[in-house]
């Protein structure tokens, strides 16, 4: 005789079939052994959603890709993840190291950043550059003229946009070395962030963008692969030729990280399945970068050489200082330069002859790589005054184009020299010109360079000077700093003392140029 189930077997066996059920969940679908990784993603990543069914079906790995916009500059969570896959892990390793130690990665394709420029504009640059080959020097000269206006993901969120600043400010260093605090803490790259015109958080969203609004720019920064992907979509009505720099570019190695060590042979199944010849070659169909490994011939697109690889940033210090200096790039920033120039008699001859040459070269003449990272940019404003005993005369202009600048080399290149040198009197009426633009508009970023070949002879004591700078607003003497050119026979050391007064510094044109000497205080403003 049968006996009947009573509740408490009912229930057993269906807590027994829920918990079987579940590990089956687990597991995989309908119980098979599938392994089921959660994977934090940037968001250049969601090109690959096509390989992934063939790798989930030839490995029993289901990669579930969670893309952010910020996943390239958090850290981790690993309580939410088992894997990171990022187009770039350089931001985490440098400003997180302890969350970074000991992670395996493996990269997995490669694309450099570079520039795509409508074809009106690279015959422009190229015309202009001997051998024709472009550099990063060229960009920036182009965009401080308003030549170049472009396209470029947010650096603070994006690592296309970080790896190109990195790009432009190693660049202009010129070391050829990875950058150190010291090639930043005056950056040259005002005259660069001019011509940016277009931005967006990501990579993808700004192809978008460029494409709903082509006006904008005639040039995108971007991956070497999403510019030739996006010439393959017939979204444009001109495709952009792609310009690699010849003096260098940041690659993208797109590493897969583990997070959770309990997913190793998972994870080694992923990457050694990623970097197969066969997959490789499918990464290139689908997303136009790089194969890792040398076996796999490359796209016809993809055979120009990369070139120089710059290095990246080893100091977290370089990157927070690019980033603080290039701000929010989808605000326009304004600036300001007030040069106070002793025109004494001492000055006449081959002194104001070097003074004139400086401006020259500021102005554009100077075709050196220094020279177009440092030249006046289009939308700066610039203010010479021109003194001796007192003030001499005084033009302010906005930088729009060439007449801009020949009416301040016209205001240099005048006579008029005066019999005495107030020195003082001078950088204390820069200081209430600064004043003045401060009030008008608090936003703008004004510097002072005071430029002299003698000691103080007239107007206001070293003293008296200190007194008045004492007395300005809090925030012109916190923001607005002076930058001393001793000249000939200028006193030095009471200059310097009144640069680092200001928060300035004072630069000596003695044990080079005065050329030189005003390149590197235009960096510093």
Request: hydrophobic share 40%; with cysteine.
């Amino acid at each position: 005789m049968r006996r009947r189930s009573g509740p408490l077997t009912r229930r057993l066996a269906l807590c027994l079939a829920l918990v079987t059920t579940f590990l089956a969940a687990c597991s995989g679908d309908d119980g098979d052994d599938t392994v089921r990784l959660r994977v934090l993603a940037g968001p250049d990543l969601a090109v690959l959603a096509p390989l992934l069914d063939e790798l989930k079906e030839e490995t029993g790995v289901d990669l579930r890709l969670d893309h952010r916009a910020d996943a390239e500059t958090k850290t981790p969570d690993r309580d939410r993840y088992d894997l990171a896959w990022l187009s770039s892990d350089r931001y985490l390793r440098l400003t997180d190291r302890s969350a970074s130690r000991g992670l395996l990665r493996t990269s997995t394709m490669t694309s450099p950043v570079v520039i795509g420029m409508k074809p009106d504009l690279a015959r422009r640059l190229r015309a202009q550059v001997p051998g024709s080959r472009l550099t990063w020097a060229d960009i920036a000269d182009g965009a401080a003229t308003g030549t170049v206006r472009f396209g470029m993901a947010d650096p603070r969120h994006a690592a296309s946009g970080l790896a190109a600043l990195v790009g432009v400010a190693t660049a202009a260093a010129g070391t050829g070395a990875a950058l150190r605090p010291e090639d930043v803490s005056c950056d040259r790259l005002r005259g660069f962030r001019s011509g940016q015109t277009l931005t967006a958080p990501t990579g993808p969203a700004l192809l978008d963008s460029y494409v709903d609004h082509p006006s904008r720019a005639n040039a995108l920064i971007a991956y070497e692969s999403d510019l030739l992907a996006l010439n393959a979509t017939g979204r444009l009505d001109e495709r952009l030729e792609v310009v690699r720099p010849q003096d260098g570019t940041v690659l993208a190695d797109f590493p897969l990280l583990l997070l959770d060590p309990a997913h190793r042979t998972a994870y080694d199944k992923v990457t050694q399945w990623l970097r197969r010849d066969s997959v490789q070659r499918q990464i290139m169909r689908h997303t136009l970068r790089r194969p890792v490994t040398t076996t796999v011939a490359r796209d016809a697109r993809l055979r120009e050489p990369v070139g120089n690889a710059l290095y990246y940033p080893d100091q977290p210090a370089v990157v927070e200082a690019l980033l603080a200096d290039y701000g929010d790039p989808g605000r326009r920033t304004t600036s300001q330069v007030v040069f106070l120039l002793d025109f004494s008699g001492s000055m006449r001859g081959a002194r104001m002859a070097a003074l004139r040459e400086a401006f020259a070269g500021l102005s554009g003449a100077d075709l050196t790589a220094s020279g177009k990272f440092t030249r006046f940019h289009r939308g700066e404003r610039l203010t010479v005054v021109r003194f001796g005993g007192r003030v001499l005369g005084e033009k302010t202009v906005t930088v729009t184009g060439p007449k801009d600048l020949t009416a301040l080399a016209d205001t240099v290149a005048r006579g008029g020299y005066g019999d005495a040198t107030a020195v003082w009197s001078a950088l204390d009426h820069g200081y209430r010109t600064a004043a003045r633009e401060l009030a008008a508009d608090p936003d703008r970023s004004v510097s002072l360079v005071l430029m002299t070949d003698g000691e103080n002879n007239a107007g206001l004591t070293y003293a008296e000077f200190v007194r008045r700078h004492t007395a300005l607003p809090a925030a012109v003497r916190a923001t607005v700093h002076a930058y001393a050119v001793p000249f000939g026979d200028a006193d030095a050391g009471e200059l310097r003392r009144a640069a680092a007064r200001t928060g300035g510094r004072m630069v000596d044109a003695a044990g080079s140029s005065l050329s030189e000497a005003f390149k590197e205080i235009r960096g510093c403003h």
